[in-house]
């Protein structure tokens, strides 16, 4: 098992969506990782710098079925105004005839929202923070930002629908939950292997495979504790969002062009 790698508990109730994100992700993953592997300098120069006002450029995208009636999106940008957002629509490409992508790029300070609506009045979120981009669609973990920068999304998250909310909060609290059991796995891994006590799947070929099979177990048991102290706080942080006035809602706003000027 490799460090790097967060072990996923594979749920059968899982749905078909939720596992195709796992492997997308995944898939990922080894990607970026095999360009390390051939340029050690490629992981830096891809860092994230922040612009002259202090934000990031960040590329949005979403796929759609053009084939299903309502199923094309839009991108929004939800700007703030006297206690309230305004959904603003953004220019987009898109790429790809049997499953394309619309995609933008766009700046964003922490705090600021993408809304992606569909015609048919689904939608999703990506919440940009510190030149990293996160889906709130499917399992989103915000506990990695810390509490301190959660606190420019307040007001995103006591506005946000009801439902996205749940969500949000349901994801975080599996998570905890998930983290908690895979660091009593690791323990019990550690405690095992240093006596050489091994199931039929985890038996090392040679000492060599052994020793770092135990290390990464016990680095694992090192770091998982952090972990679940920002996801405790996280949750914690989650139940003081006020919600009396959620105002979000899933259908698709005015475009912007439309909205009349000089009235906030």
């Known amino acids: 098992m490799c460090v790097e790698f967060e072990p996923i508990l594979l749920d059968r109730a899982l749905t078909d969506s939720q596992l195709r994100t796992l492997i997308e992700e995944a ?6 990782r095999r360009r390390e592997r051939i340029d050690p300098a490629a992981a830096t120069e891809q860092t994230p710098l922040p612009g002259e006002r202090g934000g990031f450029m960040y590329e949005v995208r979403t796929s759609y079925f053009p084939h299903i009636k309502g199923h094309a999106p839009v991108i929004y940008r939800l700007e703030p105004h006297d206690g309230e957002f305004v959904a603003v629509q953004l220019a987009s490409r898109t790429c790809g005839s049997q499953r394309p992508t619309v995609m933008g790029r766009f700046p964003a ?30 399992f989103a973990d915000l506990s990695c930002i810390g509490i301190f920068g959660l606190e420019a999304l307040r007001p995103f998250l006591e506005c946000v629908e009801p439902e996205a909310f749940e969500r949000i909060t349901g994801d975080s609290n599996a998570r905890l939950n998930h983290t908690r059991q895979w660091l009593d796995e690791y323990r019990d891994q550690v405690g095992r292997w240093r006596n050489h006590e091994f199931w039929a799947n985890e038996t090392p070929a040679n000492k060599r495979e052994y020793r770092q099979m135990l290390k990464e177990a016990e ?37 912007a062009q439309q909205r009349k000027s000089g009235k906030r």
């Not at 898939?27 to 970026?32: G, M, T, V």
């Not at 952090?226 to 005015?254: C, H, Q, Y």
């Open 27 to 32: 898939s990922e993953i080894l990607k970026d």
């Open 109 to 138: 300070k922490n705090g600021e929202v993408f809304k992606i609506v569909r015609e048919n009045g689904e939608y999703s979120y990506q919440v940009p923070f510190n030149g990293t981009i996160h889906n709130l669609k499917r």
């Open 219 to 255: 680095e694992q048991v090192e770091r998982l504790p952090n972990r679940i102290t920002e996801k405790e706080a996280f949750v914690e942080w989650l139940k003081g969002i006020d919600r009396s006035d959620p105002m979000l809602r899933s259908v698709p706003p005015p475009p």
